[in-house]
């Protein structure tokens, strides 16, 4: 994914932007996704300790945690960031918003894939944690500050401590 769809993708979800310069300068989401990549690259080619010490440093300056083992689709948006922590067998589709505070974790139990699967356009309103490897299907809203523990299905909306669905929507 180049630069420049990176710079779209913020322009197409954040109404308060001014300028390219501005998302280049001043958007940790964007640089947080940018390193993230330089460091996946470097995971597969198995500089372990090389990514880490990447994603470490991004870390620092964006306040987003990306576990350089985590897949990442295209067009991610991670609005306002801080607090965004995304673990080493995450998988995140594309067209997905996640808001500052998100967790896509583990719970401790699991072995092997240990994080979540994220579909396609799905929204993770602020302070979402996603725990287990579990899936997030395509389209899905989940509300703010949620829990989600088991598995929610494509075209819903889930809210609540556990996450219930409160609405479906028509697939698109």
Not at 18 to 33: R, V
Not at 130 to 150: E, F, H, Q, R, Y
Request: proline letters at 4%; charged letters at 20%.
């Amino acid at each position: 994914m180049s630069i420049r769809e990176n710079i779209a993708v913020v322009r197409e979800n954040d109404p308060s932007v001014k300028s390219t310069m501005e998302i280049l300068l001043t958007y940790p989401g964007f640089h947080a996704i940018i390193a993230h990549r330089m460091a996946h690259f470097l995971y597969r080619h198995k500089w372990y300790l090389v990514a880490k010490l990447l994603a470490t440093v991004s870390r620092f300056f964006t306040g987003i945690e990306i576990h350089p083992g985590a897949t990442i689709g295209k067009r991610l948006f991670i609005d306002h960031g801080m607090g965004v922590v995304i673990g080493e067998t995450a998988i995140v589709g594309d067209d997905v918003i996640i808001f500052h505070g998100v967790t896509l974790g583990g719970t401790g139990k699991d072995t092997g894939k240990r994080h979540p699967t994220i579909g396609n356009r799905v929204l993770l309103s602020a302070h979402v944690q996603v725990l287990g490897p579990i899936t997030i299907g395509d389209n899905a809203k989940i509300g703010a500050s949620a829990v989600v523990l088991k598995s929610i299905p494509a075209n819903v909306t889930a809210v609540g401590i556990p996450a219930k669905i409160v609405k479906k929507h028509l697939s698109e």
